[in-house]
Structures are given as C-alpha cells and as structure tokens.
C-alpha cells in the first residue's frame, strides 16, 4: 500500500502556481487532420487557442503568479503563444518545459518538481489542456483550504452509460472526500467522473509519485498494455544512470488511487459546462460552450446580434462577411476569411483565410486553414445530442464522424455535397461524398 505522507499546517499566506500539461507531437493522433497543421493546444476554438481558454482562467486565481505549461514539443511551438499572452496577462511569468520524452502526466510533474518548487509554493494547479470547462478553480481554492486537504478534484456528473470511458470518483455526498477513485472502471462504480483538472499540496503529490516510483523498482512492470505489434521499451521502466527509475507515470492510473487512501483527498462537483476535447470533430461542441459562456458574460469579442447574426458568434475582425450571410449560433470565423452573399453558417469553425462563396451552405463542420467552398454547395455534419461525450455516430451499420472536417487547403466545387467525411489536406472535392474519410 502507497504510504501518502501528510502535511504540516502553515501559519503564513500560502502561495500558488499552476502547471498546463499540453501533451505532445506523438499523442493528439485523434485530432487529425486539425493536427497536422496546428499543435492541439493552440488550435482556435471560440477565437482563441485551447490552451488559452485555461491560461485565461489561472489568471483570475488571486496570487498566481507563474504558470508552466509542460509538455514534449518543441520550444518553438509555443514561443509566440508565450510571447503574446506575456502581453496580455504581464502579471503572470509563462515558462514552457519540454519534457525529453512523453513520462506521462505524474512523470512530468515528478521530472521539473525543482521548477514547480521553486520560490515555495504551498499548493498549485494542475490543468490538461484538452479540457474544456469553466474551470472553477478558486472554488477549487476555497474548498481545499477549507478542508486543509492535501488533494482537490474536479469532477462532474455523466450518464451511467458514459461514465466507465472516464475515471470515476466515490465520494462522500457529505464531506465531498473521496473514497476510491478507478480509472476507467470495467463496470459501473459511479456517474462522478474525473475532469483533469487538480489542485496538489506540494508537500503530499510529490513525495506520493516518489513511492509509486519505489514501488515498481524491485517489480518492473507494463506501464500500458500494448498490442503485440507496439510492444517496445517506451511500455516498460528504464533504468537512468543514477538509478532512478523512469517510466511513464500517470496521475489517473497511477496517483489518484492511492491518494484516495488519504482523507484529505476531496472532489469539487461542478455543475458547469464540461467537455474532453480530444478527437477534431469534439472542437465543435467545445466551440459552443465556450461562445456560450462568452454570451453569458457579456463579452465584447463576440458579434452583436442583428437580422443576420443568430448570437453567439465570434467573427476575427479581418475576416469579410457580406451582410446578407446569416450566422450563428455557435459559429467562429477565423482572420481573413471571406464570407460570400447569402451564405448560411451554423454550429462551425471557419478556421483563417478560408473562401466560402456566395449562397453555400456550412453546418456542423470544420473548414480548415485556406480552404475553399463554392456556390451553392453544402459542407454539414450531424448534429450530436447535448450532453453526449462523442462525435461518433452510427450510419448504415458504420462508425462515421458526425462532424465534416476539411483540412488545409481544401477545395469543394460549386454545387457539391460533402457530408459527415473528413478529408485530408491538400483535396479537391468535385462529387458528392458522404460518410467517407477523404485521403
């Protein structure tokens, strides 16, 4: 059993990081072909990069003053990101990790734990970038200090159905102390599940990833469960030159489990939006909560409603709409795009420098980067139920996207329908397709 150490009470004001885990080239393969182009973090939804969508919450935490973003791209990737939201939020020192190889979401942690200590932080945030939610993290706050715990969880409710694709959390309805946590569960234990969003005492996370560590030196084991023909040293424990083991390590199978154990371990249930964004068609829900909360507080990024506007939509102030288009809801036109006369638009990304000409019709779809739609054609997918956590749906018997998808520069002729397909970049479309994937 994990020995979970505990913390001592401290007198003096506690301070706060956070830390985005942004995951890397080699995961992120369910967001193509968006990735092909785009780093999943830094694909628009909502007029804003993902990541910018939980940078922007941290900032609104009281006394955060540093955030690093971990992960195993290149330094490059994000450096303007930095750079422009350094201007923005001039508060806040941004810093990117690069880990040297993927270690997992613990592993990470436990690689720059010297660059989370620094300066003392009592506590700090975890947050994957592929959540999208309203991140209600100084209820987080609030909760953790009011418990003294040594761990806080956001979680929310799902339907039975859905809940074994997550990890699952018993808690106490009472104390909201957790009592197990499972990841990935093979029968129903709960519809609680795990939204990826955390808040650590430095004290306890990083000693409790040190025993998971300890714990497998003497047992080497499989860290995943590989197929025969993926069977390679990155799924077993190696031995680094100073005799620690390094391995992927996870928080969800891992950690969580153990901390569980702990009674200082609690789970903030939130009732708000939430949503994995992990397959490209899954960034058209995102963009919808994430326009609706926009709408909601009133924000002046979005579009005022008009005859033409159905809000909430966010339109770059490059792009060119004719007036006679009609837009929304939940639509988001990306710099420079050209929106032809008596365009419909509805529940889509229109990401930058695409054409779309006059009385064509977009709905329920992504249109990449320098893509063109012409006249009178129709890109649309399937709507999918609110609530739902997929994107896939079944069509004659067949799994199929229910999202269209066009990569970068792709083009669809004048009077032609493209329904429920995703097609690669660099693609001509000159008959109809439907339920097709376009390589």
Known sequence: ??????????????????????????????FRPLSLDVPKPLFDVAGHPIIWHCLRAVAKV??????????????????????????????????????YQALGTAGGLYHFRDAILKGGPERFFVLNADVCCSFPLNEMLKLFEEKDAEAVILGTRVGNDAATNFGCIVSDPETSRVLHYVEKPESHISNLINCGVYLFSTETIFPSIRS?????????????????????????????????????????QDILSDLADSNQFFVHETKDFWRQIKTAGSAIPANALYLQKAFQSQSEELTPPSANILPPVFIHPTADVDPTAKLGPYVSIGPRAIIGAGVRIKESIVLEDVEIKHDACVLYSI?????????????????????????????????????????????????????????????????????????
Not at 6 to 22: E, F, H, M, N, P
Not at 76 to 95: C, G, M, N, T, Y
Not at 217 to 228: A, C, I, K, T, W
């Open 367 to 439: 249109i990449g980067w320098n893509s063109r739609v012409g006249a009178w054609a129709r890109v649309e997918g399937s709507p999918t139920p609110v609530g739902s956590h997929t994107t896939s749906i079944i069509k004659s018997g067949v799994k199929v996207q229910s999202i269209t998808i066009l990569g970068k520069d792709c083009g669809v002729g004048d009077e032609v329908r493209v329904q429920n397909c995703v097609c690669l970049p660099n693609k001509e479309l000159k008959r109809d397709v439907v339920n097709e994937v376009i390589m």
């Open 62 to 99: 009281p006394g955060i003053r540093e955030v690093i973003l971990v992960g195993y791209y290149d330094e490059a990737v994000f450096r303007e990101f930095i750079k422009d939201s350094a201007k923005e939020l001039p508060q806040i020192r941004i810093q990117y990790l690069r880990e």
């Open 212 to 252: 998971a560590i300890k714990r497998r030196s003497d047992r080497p084991r499989l860290v995943s469960y590989p197929s025969s023909e993926n069977l390679d040293s990155s799924f077993f424990a190696e031995r680094l030159e100073d005799g620690e083991k390094n391995e992927v390590l996870r928080l969800e």
């Open 1 to 30: 059993m994990l020995q979970v150490p505990t913390r001592q009470k401290s007198g003096t004001t506690a301070s706060t990081k956070a830390v985005i885990l942004v995951g890397g080239p080699s995961r992120g393969t369910r």
